[in-house]
């Protein structure tokens, strides 16, 4: 009886697939070829758990590698959460109308030598202010800071122009804090910029956050 049925169930499903079963109609069915399509489904599944498996343990090794990352600049916070984000915004010096006091900026976090490093751009003047505000800015690099240190959403660093960053990234990107300028050569007697900028997260940080 259970051959007869298994029989007819697998008729049915070659007839699904098109395949002609007239040949087969009045064949004797032998129990040997029942046991002998177990066994190569039992391999087959075999071999796919094996590979499952393989595949599985270098995605959880992968992502254990990336949520332990350890860099020697970090503390309070996960670098991951970081690594390619980018922040873009302005810096005024509040109730001036200077040009100088003006302008625009760009940073962008990135990993390097179990560091966690910051490049930046930026540009003076009231026409970079005005463009970034329309998204429209040029600004000019000074490459990555030699410098960043980084305590929770608090970094600090120095551009490689000589001016010192002192930012904090809240929740939901915004970007506050101060650019002291006064390190720079000729620009002693300039004063402390606010800085206002907004942050988009990168690869890892967007994963993360999923």
């Known amino acids: 009886m259970f051959e007869a049925s298994f029989t007819r169930r697998w008729m ?34 075999f071999v796919v758990v094996v590979v499952l498996s393989f595949f599985l343990s270098g995605v959880v090794d992968a992502t254990a ?28 010096v509040l109730g001036s109308r200077s040009d100088r006091d003006h302008g625009a900026f760009k940073i962008e976090f990135f990993e390097a030598e179990d560091l966690l490093r910051v490049s930046h751009s930026s540009k003076l003047g009231y026409v970079a202010y005005r463009d970034s505000l329309n998204g429209k800015a040029v600004l000019d690099s000074s490459g990555p800071a030699p410098t960043l240190q980084v ?3 608090k970094m600090t660093f120095v551009t490689g122009l000589g001016s010192k960053w002192d930012i904090v990234i809240k929740d939901g990107g915004t970007l506050v804090g101060t650019a002291d300028p006064r390190a720079m050569p000729g620009r002693r007697n300039w004063e402390v910029a606010n800085v206002d900028g907004k942050c988009t997260a990168g690869f890892h940080s967007a994963e993360r956050a999923k």
């Open 12 to 45: 049915a499903s070659q007839q699904e697939r098109g395949v002609s079963v007239a040949r087969f109609a009045h064949a004797p069915f032998y129990p040997g070829d029942y046991q002998m399509n177990i066994e190569v489904l039992q391999a087959r599944s």
């Open 65 to 92: 590698q990336t949520s332990d990352r350890n860099l020697k600049n970090v503390r309070g916070t996960n670098p991951t959460l970081l690594i390619g984000t980018v922040c873009s915004g302005t810096f005024e």
């Open 151 to 153: 305590e929770g959403n």
